[in-house]
């Protein structure tokens, strides 16, 4: 609540406002049909919200590897959290849950990025990854966390090619 006064009463634009483009464009990317339609990733609200986290992670794993977003990088969490406390009360939750729930997504997100980076860092780590994957997200059938890994992997490549301010824009091709 006092963000929002601050925003609406406030005369400095609000920072987080910059990374707005990354932030569609990592739903964008996070609902593009692939991660479903044969693709692993169970097409509920829950396969849903793991999409968009592991985007978000992919993304905050390649901010930082570039100094100058680590800053942004906090302010992607930002609106991250703002987009799924949206998500949440409209799907009900009341103020008195909202916060403890909030507060979970942020360290779901966290521990996400932290499982991502070990399986795509690590050499030979495609069962690293494949194994985080099958822990945090919602998969169908069979082979589903080969099929996301896959992808995972390469979107992490593509990003890693992105020269910084193309990324800022939401340009993630």
């Known amino acids: 609540m006092k963000r929002l006064f601050a925003r609406l009463f406030s005369s400095r ?10 932030w569609h464009a990592i739903v ?5 049909p692939a991660w479903y339609e044969g693709g692993g990733i169970a097409d509920t609200i829950e396969g849903r919200f793991d999409a968009v986290t592991l985007v978000t992670a992919l993304v905050m794993i390649r901010m930082d590897r570039d100094p100058p977003l680590h800053e942004r990088s906090a302010r992607l969490t930002e609106l991250f959290v703002s987009d799924m406390e ?6 009900g939750v009341g103020d008195l849950v909202v916060g403890k729930k909030v507060g979970m997504l942020v360290g ?8 991502y980076r ?16 099958e822990r945090n997200v919602t998969l169908e059938g069979k082979r ?11 979107l992490h490549d593509r990003l890693a090619r992105l020269d910084s301010r193309k990324l800022l824009e939401g340009d993630l091709t």
């Not at 964008?28 to 593009?32: L, Q, V």
């Not at 949206?86 to 799907?91: D, Y």
């Not at 795509?120 to 690293?128: C, F, I, R, S, W």
Request: hydrophobic share 35%; proline share 5%.
């Open 28 to 32: 964008r990317e996070a609902r593009d």
């Open 86 to 91: 949206g998500q949440l009360r409209e799907g």
């Open 118 to 133: 070990e399986g795509l860092e690590k050499e030979g780590g495609n069962a690293t990854l494949e194994d985080a994957i």
């Open 144 to 154: 589903a966390a080969t099929k996301v890994a896959v992808r995972t992997r390469e």
């Open 108 to 115: 779901t997100l966290a521990g996400r990025i932290d499982a």
């Open 13 to 22: 634009p609000d920072p987080a406002e910059e990374l707005r483009p990354l």
